[in-house]
């Protein structure tokens, strides 16, 4: 019988990543003490090397940033067997997150799987087909087919059979290969290389230029563990900060700053984190136990009556 890995959640965080060091691979509490987080993780990463006993979903995700792009299909075939064809990037054309895919960026070949609608297989829905990627005539193209012997399959072909110009086609991807570059006095990032992750059927204008934490977690629904969804907006946030550093590195190659808006909505972010820091400090205080309290209370009391009878004045 082959075992089956436990999965868990990758930690994000230096205390979350030292006790996983700690409770699940088994180092010293002294040594993981001294450790920071880079060092942490190459720790980390050369143990699951050695094929622990577990797994950690998107740990590739994690650590590269990636993004997302919804466009109008440009060329859609669909059969009622299933078949599936789909030109979801034009390349060498400036799209509407100001990038140019080159040809060659999309990977030729490459198998991949067809999100549940909105990219929600990420969430845990059950994927809906399969597919290859291909260039041809300055387009992208995925040649797929839904699972037409499973509910979910059937349901999706149909849902998108009806749905028909109502909606979009979007790819998850991370940049291998990519820099800005200055396209008819135009400043754009151009895509030399990718790595496509999956397909998916989306709602007009969803997701253009959304990061891969929107699509890896989908935002927080009430049902999301407390502990799972501080990670989703610690996640988050550093992805937020990084778009900004990129976004101002590329602004400063230019020789210009960020735009007054961008420093305004900075500085409102800036404004919002200070003034929430009070509420987190209250979540981390540890209430005291009412009956604990109440000893020390009447400890100080007998305390005081003792001191009163001795004549010592209180």
């Given at each position: ?11 994000t ?27 942490m993780?190459?720790?980390?990463d ?63 070949g ?10 929600t ?35 999706a ?25 200055v ?19 989306v ?14 977690s ?49 500085e ?47």
């Amino acid at each position: 019988m082959t075992a089956q890995k436990a999965m868990m959640a990758m930690p994000t965080s230096a205390p979350a990543m030292r006790r996983h060091l700690v409770g699940e691979h088994e180092m010293s509490e002294e040594a993981a003490a001294d450790m920071e987080m880079p060092d942490m993780r190459d720790r980390h990463d050369t143990m699951h090397e050695s094929d622990v006993g577990h797994t950690h979903s998107g740990m590739a995700a994690l650590q590269v940033a990636a993004a997302r792009k919804s466009f109008a299909p440009i060329d859609f075939k669909l059969s009622e067997a299933g078949d599936v064809t789909v030109a979801f990037s034009r390349l060498d054309v400036v799209d509407a997150d100001n990038d140019v895919t080159r040809p060659g960026a999309i990977p030729a070949g490459k198998a991949v799987p067809m999100s549940a609608y909105g990219h929600t297989s990420w969430d845990g829905a059950l994927p809906t087909g399969r597919g290859k990627l291909r260039e041809a005539d300055g387009l992208g193209i995925f040649d797929g087919k839904f699972f037409m012997d499973t509910d979910q399959g059937r349901n999706a072909h149909a849902t998108v059979k009806a749905m028909a110009e109502l909606q979009q086609w979007s790819y998850g991807y991370k940049v291998l290969d990519g820099g800005p570059v200055v396209l008819d006095n135009m400043s754009v990032r151009e895509l030399r290389r990718l790595d496509v992750y999956e397909i998916s059927p989306v709602l007009i204008g969803a997701g253009v230029g959304t990061s891969t934490l929107a699509i890896k977690s989908g935002a927080p629904g009430p049902e999301m563990p407390w502990a799972e969804r501080l990670s989703w907006y610690v996640d988050s946030l550093s992805a937020l900060l990084d778009h900004g550093k990129a976004r101002q590195e590329l602004r400063a190659s230019e020789g210009r700053k960020l735009s007054r808006t961008d420093r305004a909505r900075l500085e409102d972010l800036e404004v919002a984190l200070n003034g929430h820091l009070a509420a987190i400090h209250e979540l981390l205080l540890v209430p005291e136990d009412p009956k604990a309290a109440q000893r020390r209370l009447t400890t100080i009391m007998v305390e005081v009556e003792l001191a009163r009878m001795l004549g010592v004045p209180v």
